[in-house]
């Protein structure tokens, strides 16, 4: 899942991790140390410079969230996407998230989960990117390149390698950010065995990192409900 918003500009700012003084931003739990601000300028046309409201990129881990933010993170998900589902947003949750907010309303989402993808004999620690969607009248204004800014500086630090599925609409976008197709065939390890996943080909994109890859290999993922890829 996927949506093309590009170019917001630099982050200019880290916010502390608060804990005594309450929330940092909507969402953030009072007991939850872990989080990292980014703040980011108004984007303008109808956003911040306009109403004065600032726009923020947020940073942090599900087990961060409230239930008001993950209620709100979800809603915007199931409008981005027509054929959204929970299995879809389940695949979500587990990892770090990245959140535009603009005031007190979620404008944007994405959000990095730990998976295992197997090829040439090794089983490699994929970042695989989820959930990125931008508010249907918040698009075009860099919200989705500030937030896979954010989630690649998680892939780069902690993973073999980035991996995501794309809507052919956003394909480009992420090729622009040095992506690349997994040109190879595609399989999933299932409860039966390794099977193929045909329909995901050109669909696939990994970010290479250390680790060599050969991406003419076949490519297979580990077994989950719903979409596997």
């Known amino acids: 899942m996927a949506t093309a918003s590009r170019l917001l500009g630099a982050q200019v700012g880290v916010d502390p991790p608060t804990c005594a003084a309450g929330p940092a931003f909507p969402g953030a ?131 073999d390698l980035g991996a995501l599925g794309a809507a052919d609409a956003a394909a480009a976008f992420y090729a622009a950010r040095g992506w690349r197709l997994w040109q190879g065939r595609l399989s999933a390890l299932t409860p039966a065995g390794v099977e193929p996943t045909p329909d995901e080909n050109g669909a696939i994109f990994v970010l290479p990192l250390a680790v060599p890859l050969d991406l003419c290999a076949e490519l297979t993922c580990g077994w989950r409900d719903g979409d596997v890829w």
Do not use: K
Request: proline share 2%; aromatic share 6%.
């Open 29 to 159: 739990r009072r007991d939850g140390c872990a989080l990292n601000g980014f703040v980011v300028p108004p984007t303008g046309g109808q956003d911040g410079a306009v109403t004065g409201t600032v726009t923020e990129l947020r940073i942090a881990h599900t087990a961060d969230l409230d239930s008001a933010t993950r209620v709100a993170a979800r809603e915007l998900l199931y409008d981005a996407f027509d054929d959204m589902t929970d299995a879809d947003w389940e695949h979500a949750l587990g990892g770090v998230h990245a959140l535009v907010w603009q005031g007190a309303e979620l404008i944007g989402h994405a959000s990095v989960i730990q998976r295992r993808l197997m090829t040439g004999g090794r089983a490699l620690r994929a970042g695989y990117v989820e959930g990125v969607a931008v508010r249907a009248d918040r698009r075009g204004r860099g919200h989705g390149a500030a937030m896979m800014d954010a989630l690649e500086q998680v892939v780069r630090g902690a993973y």
